[in-house]
């Protein structure tokens, strides 16, 4: 009975550091980890102790005998990433695999270490982590969102609980005596990268890739157009784009990009939404899409089906719970790439590519259509969309489709970060290991450090994001030792008096728990996770109540009525 890694892996690299005979890879010390699409258990060398289950904070890991049937194809998945061996021969079982990198150590004889963690999604929480593992350490986490977690809260699609359930690690993090929210505060607006130095020793940004890399075609400003990653926040009821226009009075939806985010969107705007209704998903989004006349979403990619930017983990789960399709056009470049293609992973997508069912004039409920070899070429419409025009790729051959909405999901961008370098080429911040790098001089900027998509880019998924974070943690800690670091000039407890008087409704940790108490009471109430406020506003307010226990249960006793 072998444990299998499904789905919602969010390659943390936990199940790894568990496992007592070495049989989870890639580990975070092996090159093929931070590419990896997800973990792999091999169910030779496997013991069955159960280890990674405990370990595992999304949910992904199950014994192969207790699989959901949308499950069942992990079971292969898993075993295909390892050779055939003969029959009873197992890899040699080995204690706990070393840490990719060595974790800190802070030398005594100093004053506490103290960090700024700009930016409270994974990066960020996993940073702290690692940080906090150290005696002495203190650490205050910002982030200009009422509400922490980041893409974890606002990113991730409502019908996958199981990989928002990593947000219970990030609580264990934050509920630590030496952790310290900053909620509802901008760096860079309510406090400058120099003031955050006046109280630190050092600043970690980990503000991630905010910024969607646009389309330059025609149309594009006509209403009807937009980005997935927005729309995959609507659903989600981000601050930000509570009040997004999405008008569904249309039976067909264009997709530009087939990454996991254009996946992600075409199955919430074609799912039932009495699915929906079990899950976090924001009031508004589900009210549209109960009323949405969406009949078909079209995933459409430039180039050719061997080329799919999703993964295969993520098509598994499409194929297992929406109606997928393709033309018979499609369908016959997924048999060419099939014929040529070697590397494992592409020909695993492309068997499911070729089992899907060739589209039907009539679809028996809202479908996906997975489509190929279309270059945009411009958005139609005169006062709103009406289509999009596509030139087949490599070709002069026009190809029209009707839409009432098209939207992008072709890429990230960073943005700049007020006082420190940045590149405009790459979007990231210059850095060597997370250390930010003036690339003028090629020097290291005292105090300054990046980590998650700033770092790197937007690449990896999740948990790709702790050993990330140990890697920049680990260069922070030895500067500190090495005296590089400048001891924080402002007494203690100046930040606080310093935060309040410039943004009164900040938002602590005990802040936070309010928050998320209303939210989960409006969801219980509902037979749901949570029902989000999606106004700055509420979220303030449902704070500010946690100082008086009254006040608490008055406006429990309001948002439940």
Request: charged share 20%; aromatic share 4%.
């Amino acid at each position: 009975m072998p444990h299998v890694i499904t789905q919602s892996c969010c390659s943390d690299g936990s199940c790894v550091y568990a496992c007592p005979v070495n049989c989870i890879h890639p580990s975070p010390d092996e090159p093929g980890f931070a590419t990896a699409e997800m973990l792999y258990i091999d169910p030779v060398a496997c013991v069955d102790c159960g280890a990674c289950v405990s370990a595992c904070p999304v949910g992904a890991i199950a014994p192969d005998t207790r699989l959901t049937d949308k499950q069942l194809p992990f079971v292969a998945l898993n075993a295909a990433f390892y050779p055939e061996r003969p029959a009873g021969v197992k890899l040699p079982p080995t204690s706990k695999l070393a840490p990719v990198l060595p974790a800190p150590q802070v030398r005594r004889g100093r004053a506490d270490l103290t960090v700024a963690v700009v930016g409270s999604g994974p990066a960020g929480m996993y940073a702290a982590d690692e940080l906090l593992t150290q005696k002495g350490v203190r650490v205050n986490v910002f982030d200009r969102l009422p509400t922490p977690f980041g893409l974890v809260r606002a990113g991730v699609a409502p019908d996958h609980q199981n990989t928002k359930g990593v947000t219970r690690v990030f609580e264990q993090i934050s509920a630590r005596s030496n952790f310290n929210f900053y909620l509802n505060v901008e760096a860079g607006r309510h406090i400058s990268h120099a003031e955050l130095l006046d109280h630190h020793h050092a600043v970690l940004y980990t503000v991630g890739a905010p910024n969607d890399r646009r389309l330059d075609i025609a149309g594009m400003e006509l209403p009807g157009t937009g980005t997935a990653t927005e729309t995959v926040a609507w659903i989600n009821g981000h601050p930000d784009f509570a009040g997004l226009t999405v008008d569904l009075r249309h039976e067909r939806v264009v997709v530009i990009g087939n990454g996991n985010v254009a996946l992600d969107v075409a199955r919430i705007l074609t799912a039932d939404p009495d699915d929906l209704a079990r899950t976090d998903i924001s009031d508004t989004a589900l009210g549209a899409l109960c009323d949405s006349a969406v009949r078909e979403v079209v995933i459409a990619a430039r180039r050719r089906p061997a080329d799919s930017a999703f993964t295969l983990p993520e098509l598994i789960g499409l194929t297992s719970t929406a109606e997928v399709v393709l033309s018979t056009d499609d369908h016959d470049l997924v048999v060419q790439d099939l014929a040529s293609a070697t590397d494992p992973v592409t020909v695993g997508k492309l068997e499911i590519l070729a089992k899907l069912p060739v589209a039907a004039d009539i679809a028996a409920r809202p479908r996906i259509r997975l489509a190929y070899r279309l270059t945009p070429h411009r958005v139609l419409g005169t006062r709103r969309v009406s289509g999009i025009e596509f030139r087949r790729t490599g070709t002069d051959e026009a190809v029209q489709l009707d839409a009432g909405m098209v939207l992008t999901s072709i890429g990230y961008r960073g943005a700049p970060i007020a006082g420190l370098p940045f590149d405009e080429a790459a979007a990231v911040v210059p850095n060597r290991d997370g250390r930010v790098i003036d690339p003028v001089t090629g020097a290291a900027v005292t105090g300054a450090y990046v980590a998650g998509w700033i770092k790197r880019g937007p690449t990896g998924f999740i948990g790709t994001n702790k050993s990330c974070a140990m890697q920049t943690v680990s260069r922070l800690v030895d500067d500190f030792n090495a005296g590089l670091l400048t001891d924080p000039t402002a007494r203690p407890g100046m930040l606080d008096k310093l935060i309040r008087s410039r943004r009164p409704d900040v938002i602590d940790a005990a802040g936070w728990r309010a928050i998320d108490t209303a939210e989960t009471a409006r969801g219980a109430a509902e037979g749901r996770p949570r029902v989000k406020f999606t106004e700055v506003s509420d979220m303030v307010a449902a704070a500010a109540a946690a100082a008086d226990p009254p006040v608490v249960r008055r406006l429990l006793a309001g948002l439940l009525r």
